[in-house]
């Protein structure tokens, strides 16, 4: 699982943001085998800027998110990287798809983060 969140890590810090602590942050870990789908839901109370980053360990070799309504990152990857905006607080869920795990299951570490 630690290899998920230094993944993670890598892809913010690609996207030009930096992670400074992960208290109070809405976070998701589990593990998936291939050709799996996992759906999180989370609760969002305040309107503003959002960034769902998932990352997968080093086995990983592909997994997509899709926040349901919103958008998706199908690029191919270990990581995926939405950026939106929340007009109205509420329940949201997003759907991980693992689509490539090397091994007989893979580390995935979720985290929705306010970017404004």
Known sequence: MYEAGVNLRRRLSAEGYDLISLQDVPMYHSFMR???TQTVFVDVKQTGSYILLVG???D???LDITLQGIGSD???AST???KFNVYRPGRFFYDIKMLGCRTKNCGVFAVLLKSD
């Open 34 to 36: 291939a050709y799996t």
């Open 56 to 58: 997968g360990d080093n």
């Open 60 to 62: 990983t070799q592909d």
């Open 74 to 76: 199908s690029t191919r």
């Open 80 to 82: 995926g990287f939405i």
